[in-house]
Each structure stands twice: as structure tokens, then as C-alpha cells.
């Protein structure tokens, strides 16, 4: 099992990012994926999910409105749209799959907010 997420950066206040996790390793189109955060000095906390058929999105209270995850299942990939960042977005996002095997996390993509 892989995850590799990309497409982070530094943007400014306002600004626009969208990550994306390439996943191998595994049925990636029957499997629920999940976009955790960690900024620095903090737990990680849950950004957003999505299930297979990419009909149930649940979102953190913090990021509804302006995140949107969605998911390519014929390129075993789960996005992450993110507008009108702020600084407090600023963190390593990382993806994440739960499987009978176990629970398994990606490198992380680190996000910067700033001006």
C-alpha cells in the first residue's frame, strides 16, 4: 500500500491549492480516503472524506464551504480543492486509508499560508 500526496506549496491569504494522492497498492475504488491535517504544535485533525462512490463527503466544521475533496477512482486518486485559504490552514496534509491490513497514512504535502 502507497499513498503520495503532492500539490502543496506556499500561497497566500485567500489563495487556492488543490492536493492530490496517487494510491497503489490495493482496490483503491472500494475503499473510503481521508485528508488529515497537522500543523506545527498540533495533533492531527480531520480535514475531509469521502466514500467510494464519492456520494458522502463529510467535512471538519473549519474547512466546510471551502474545501472539497472528490476522487478519481480510474486514476486512484483523491483530491483536495482548497480556496480562500488562511494562515491557519497552514499545516502538512496528509491522506489516509483504512483497510482490513490496517491503518495507512501518507508522507504528507506541507500547505503555507502567508504574505
Known amino acids: 500500500v502507497q499513498l503520495v500526496e503532492s500539490g502543496g506549496g506556499l500561497v497566500q491569504p485567500g489563495g487556492s491549492l488543490t492536493l492530490s494522492c496517487k494510491a497503489s497498492?490495493?482496490?483503491?475504488?472500494?475503499?473510503?480516503m481521508s485528508w488529515f491535517r497537522q500543523a506545527p504544535e498540533k495533533k492531527r485533525e480531520f480535514v475531509a472524506s469521502?466514500?467510494?462512490?464519492?456520494?458522502?463527503?463529510p467535512y471538519a466544521t473549519s474547512v466546510r464551504d471551502r474545501f472539497t475533496i472528490s476522487r478519481d477512482n480510474a486514476e486512484n486518486t483523491v483530491y483536495l480543492q482548497m480556496n480562500n485559504l488562511a494562515p491557519e490552514d497552514t499545516a502538512v496534509y496528509y491522506c489516509?486509508?483504512?483497510?482490513?491490513?490496517?491503518?495507512?497514512w501518507g508522507k504528507g504535502t506541507l500547505v503555507t499560508v502567508s504574505s
Open positions: 489516509k486509508t483504512i483497510l482490513d491490513e490496517g491503518t495507512f
Open positions: 497498492g490495493f482496490a483503491f475504488r472500494f475503499e473510503h
Open positions: 469521502i466514500d467510494p462512490s464519492g456520494t458522502n463527503t
